[in-house]
């Protein structure tokens, strides 16, 4: 074996030193290294979280799952939702855990509630993955084609310094995100070794401060094994259809309040019309949803403060089953508030097809006249507006001069 001389050492120290160092990537080859990750893989399987912050209460949202995907087009998305007051409570079960599965040829979309579950049936399409996917924006790419880009991308990108998340280094590119609502976003994408974006956080200002949205991937497995089980799925026996249809316009204020007869939850019917005459504050809510039973004791606050006001408060539970009203009512007391159910599939209840409300709880004033006062989309914690619409109804009508 030749020894190398001291000489030769030398040569081969100054030819490594005038070498031509390797060049860092640029932000547009990592978003093509992106691409081109996603695409080449035959599945892919991670945990993922998303969190959305906002400077308002009773808006955040987490969501946790696990997602896989394979070619050419078979995913499942499991989903466990939770929700708080604000940034210093702690998280809680939304009620409402969802899971989006395609076997390639059909896409099942289902909404999983403690004591009921409604889903949807659909042929998977070459929009399919987006709308399973909204969880996962950064996987979006798997079963797009078409030219590199981050999610939401929106003009130039920045490379910015390499950050370290949870312990490992990732590259970080930031770039503008679409404007949604008028309000132009930020994004952070984390890209790790594996050149797919592991953290995504969107920042944008709002009137009220800043609001962001965060999606993590964890334990992500490239090519891991995907049986066909994986991707099969079989409604429950009492299952009920997820009506995806639009609603129409919500029921305008002033206009007359759709009469209805549904039973309460001692079995007894009541009718819309019975209250004429009376103030009714009537609240469309569902037993599994979150913001719904944060708005209760406001709502029983409320009703027992006008009781003797010749003032009423109808509760009307839909898009949930019998079981879950009757088990939730054993559990809850709300003296001031009657129970009532609609156990008529979404889409065909009262409050869909007469009121046409898009979320829960949505709550309406109807004045003595039988005419709605105001309409109240959401709970935000807030009651100063639901008390205002009271008030308006029961102060006295002045007669107008002719």
């Known amino acids: 074996m030749k020894i190398p001389t001291k000489a030769s050492l030398i040569v081969l120290t100054l030819a490594a030193a005038c070498a031509p160092a390797m060049a860092a990537p640029s932000a547009e080859d990592l978003i093509r290294q992106n691409t081109a990750a996603l695409q080449s ?199 009920t259809p997820l009506d995806g249809t639009p609603r129409g316009v919500q029921l305008a204020e002033g206009a007359p309040a759709p009469d209805f007869t549904l039973r309460d939850a001692q079995g007894a019917p009541v009718k819309l019309s019975d209250y004429k005459g009376k103030t009714v504050v009537l609240e469309f809510w569902a037993t599994w949803c979150w913001p719904c039973n944060q708005s209760l004791p406001h709502a029983q606050a409320i009703s027992h403060a006008n009781k003797d006001k010749n003032t009423v408060t109808l509760a009307v539970a839909i898009w949930d089953s019998q079981k879950g009203f009757d088990a939730w009512i054993k559990k809850h007391d709300y003296p001031d508030i009657r129970f009532a159910i609609d156990p008529s599939p979404q889409g065909k209840d009262v409050a869909s097809s007469l009121y046409h409300i898009a979320t829960t709880p949505t709550t309406f004033v109807i004045g003595p006249d039988g005419n709605v006062v105001k309409a109240i989309p959401g709970f935000n914690g807030k009651t100063d507006v639901l008390e205002a619409a009271i008030a308006a109804a029961q102060a006295p009508k002045t007669a107008s001069v002719q």
């Open 41 to 239: 893989a035959a599945s892919l399987k991670a945990d993922f979280e998303e969190i959305d912050s906002y400077p308002e209460p009773f808006k955040d949202l987490a969501q946790r799952g696990t997602a896989t995907l394979a070619r050419p087009g078979q995913l499942r998305v499991d989903i466990h939702r939770f929700r708080r007051v604000d940034a210093d409570k702690p998280w809680a079960a939304s009620g409402n855990d969802t899971l989006a599965v395609s076997d390639g040829k059909t896409y099942w979309y289902a909404f999983l509630h403690p004591n009921s579950t409604q889903t949807r049936q659909e042929a998977f399409t070459g929009a399919t993955p987006r709308a399973a996917l909204r969880q996962l924006p950064a996987l979006t790419a798997f079963f797009a084609t078409g030219d590199a880009a981050l999610p939401s991308q929106s003009g130039p990108t920045v490379l910015e310094a390499d950050e370290t998340w949870e312990g490992a280094k990732y590259h970080v590119v930031t770039y503008d995100v679409g404007s949604e609502g008028g309000r132009a976003s930020k994004a952070r994408a984390y890209l790790g070794d594996d050149s797919i974006v592991h953290r995504l956080v969107f920042t944008t200002q709002t009137p009220k401060g800043i609001a962001t949205k965060e999606w993590n991937l964890r334990n992500i497995q490239v090519n891991a094994p995907a049986p066909a089980s994986t991707f099969a799925y079989a409604p429950p026996a009492d299952a």
